[in-house]
Structure formats: structure tokens, C-alpha cells
T-cell receptor, first 114, second 109 residues
């Protein structure tokens, strides 16, 4: 059971370059999320998708765009990367319909912007 | 805006000792989660607490929730080296979870 799969695991970009982080889940979850993790700051929500066809901004959406391609896939795009976007990015999913809702996380993408 | 504060942020403890990590939050919520993260790894769900007075235990870890005090605790009993990790609490807020900064736990022999 793969769970939540993120690609790539590592990426180095130059300032101004663009890239897309891919995320897919095979648990038939309705909701998907993108977080970034910075030292000493916990995880901060970038964007989320409560259900297929919807997306909403989180705490730190500036500089990012997302696409909920279908129920399985939720991508995060950096149109013009900046050094401030150097971080570890996690995709997560959950089934809003479950009483004991919890997030299932991918393995993370370590992004460096030079 | 919901704020989630954990303390301590760093905890170094001897094997066999007991300690408690605290998670305070600023806005009413009845959903609180604890996660564990090993260095360089992803987050793993430990506990889901969904009501006032909820208590859950798994091995040497026990989590509780007091929604009136807006406080959750993660108690560690007789710590062992394998518990060394970073522990995050997260509070449910609408469709989102807001995470604390994390507590880095190091258990020394």
C-alpha cells in the first residue's frame, strides 16, 4: 500500500526557475494538503483541497499555485522560485468523512533555491 | 487566528525518566493530534483526540486533551532511546490543521 507519494525527493533550483511538485494518494481520500516545514516553525499550510475540484489558500500561499487534477493527485507549482522558498515540502491527505480523521503524509521534498 | 504553542521546544532526558510536553492553543477546538517525526523522515500520526477529557495511550506515550483549558499534554513514561524524535501537536481549525513548532526530544543513555 503506497499511501501518499511525492516526487521529486530532492530539487535544486536557481532563482526565477519554475517547477511542479507532484503528489498522489491511493487511499481514496477526499482532502489533500501542501505544507512547508522550516526549522523551528513547525509545518505551515500552503494550500489545501477539501474535495476534488476545490482548492483554498492556507497560511502561506504567496508564490505558489496548486492544481487538484483528480481525486488522487494534487500538485504544487512554483512559478518563479525565490530563496525564501527553500524548505521541505510535505503533501498530505485525509478522509474528511472519517470520525477519527488524521493526516497521512508523503515522504517530503527537499527544495533548495539558490 | 489560531496559535499553537508547544513547550519545551527542546528536551534532553535520561533513559528511565518521565516527562511531559505541553501544547497550548488560542481558539476553541475539539480536535487535537500528535505526530512524531524522525530526522529526515516524514510525519507519523500518534494520537487523535476528539473530545474534552480524551486520553489515549500507546506504549510509553500518553496523550490527553482539556478543551476548556485549551491544553493537551504528551506524557512520556520511563523514556527509552527509541523515543528520540520531534513531536508535533496540531489543532483542528475548520478544514485545516495548525501545527505547533515541535518539541525535539533526545533521550540519553
Amino acid at each position: 500500500n503506497a499511501g501518499v507519494t511525492q516526487t521529486p525527493k530532492f530539487q535544486v533550483l536557481k532563482t526565477g526557475q519554475s517547477m511542479t511538485l507532484q503528489c498522489a494518494q491511493d487511499m481514496n481520500h477526499n482532502s489533500m494538503y501542501w505544507y512547508r516545514q522550516d526549522p523551528g516553525m513547525g509545518l505551515r499550510l500552503i494550500y489545501y483541497s477539501a474535495s476534488e475540484g476545490t482548492t483554498d489558500k492556507g497560511e502561506v500561499p504567496n508564490g505558489y499555485n496548486v492544481s487538484r487534477l483528480n481525486k488522487r493527485e494534487f500538485s504544487l507549482r512554483l512559478e518563479s522560485a525565490a530563496p525564501s522558498q527553500t524548505s521541505v515540502y510535505f503533501c498530505a491527505s485525509s478522509d474528511r468523512g472519517q470520525f477519527n480523521e488524521k493526516l497521512f503524509f508523503g515522504s517530503g521534498t527537499q527544495l533548495s533555491v539558490l | 487566528e489560531l496559535k499553537v504553542e508547544q513547550n519545551p521546544l527542546f528536551l534532553s532526558m535520561q533513559e528511565g525518566k518521565n516527562y511531559t510536553i505541553y501544547c497550548n492553543y488560542s481558539t476553541t477546538s475539539d480536535r487535537l493530534y500528535w505526530y512524531r517525526q524522525d530526522p529526515g523522515k516524514s510525519l507519523e500520526s500518534l494520537f487523535v483526540l476528539l473530545s474534552n477529557g480524551a486520553v489515549k495511550q500507546e506504549g510509553r506515550l500518553m496523550a490527553s486533551l482539556d478543551t476548556k483549558a485549551r491544553l493537551s499534554t504528551l506524557h512520556i513514561t520511563a523514556a527509552v532511546h527509541d523515543l528520540s524524535a520531534t513531536y508535533f501537536c496540531a489543532v483542528g481549525y475548520g478544514n485545516k490543521l495548525v501545527f505547533g513548532a515541535g518539541t525535539i526530544l533526545r533521550v540519553k543513555s
